[in-house]
């Protein structure tokens, strides 16, 4: 089941995300850090109610979240279609105990759901560009890279932003 997070659902979700960050680094995967993600951003999900969990047997394994917001980093990129009408897709995370089971794939098709439903024209988001993983899983979702940004408090290398006209 998907649905919007809540604060009682945080302490699962940083939990998640840095076992995510442990698995990343174990990988030779410099993604995600002690800054990045923390419990700050996610409050500020919450409370603006696009964060999304998955839950299995009633336990979270994963969030993402899916916002119309455009951040200014992202002002620089040349994106394919107009600056409206889009999604932001930020923190996907799957518990590493569940990874290669489909669930990301189920929160990314949630989102294209969400888009379909609410008449947008395009989704949008950014990964490192040192995860060969992530960059190979969204461009079989029908995602192009467009450009890059760079984050310095998380890597001196660049992230790539992606786009999937919808």
Not at 81 to 102: C, E, F, M, S, V
Not at 107 to 128: C, G
Not at 129 to 147: C, E, M, Q, R
Request: aromatic content about 16%; some cysteine; overall charge positive.
């Amino acid at each position: 089941m998907i649905r919007k997070a809540v604060k009682k659902d945080l302490s699962r979700i940083i939990e998640i995300t840095k076992s995510c960050a442990a698995f990343m680094i174990s990988q030779n995967i410099f993604q995600w850090n002690e800054h990045y993600p923390n419990i700050e951003t996610f409050e500020n999900d919450v409370q603006n109610e696009n964060l999304y969990v998955l839950e299995l047997n009633q336990k979270i394994i994963g969030c993402i979240v899916i916002s119309s917001f455009m951040d200014d980093f992202y002002s620089k990129v040349k994106w394919t279609t107009p600056n409206d009408k889009n999604l932001y897709l930020h923190r996907l995370a799957i518990d590493p105990d569940y990874q290669k089971k489909g669930y990301a794939k189920q929160l990314m098709n949630f989102s294209f759901d969400f888009a379909s439903k609410n008449n947008i024209v395009s989704i949008r988001l950014d990964t490192f560009s040192g995860n060969p993983y992530n960059n190979i899983f969204y461009a079989k979702l029908g995602f192009k890279k467009l450009g890059k940004i760079y984050f310095r408090k998380q890597s001196d290398k660049p992230f790539y932003c992606f786009e999937k006209i919808m």
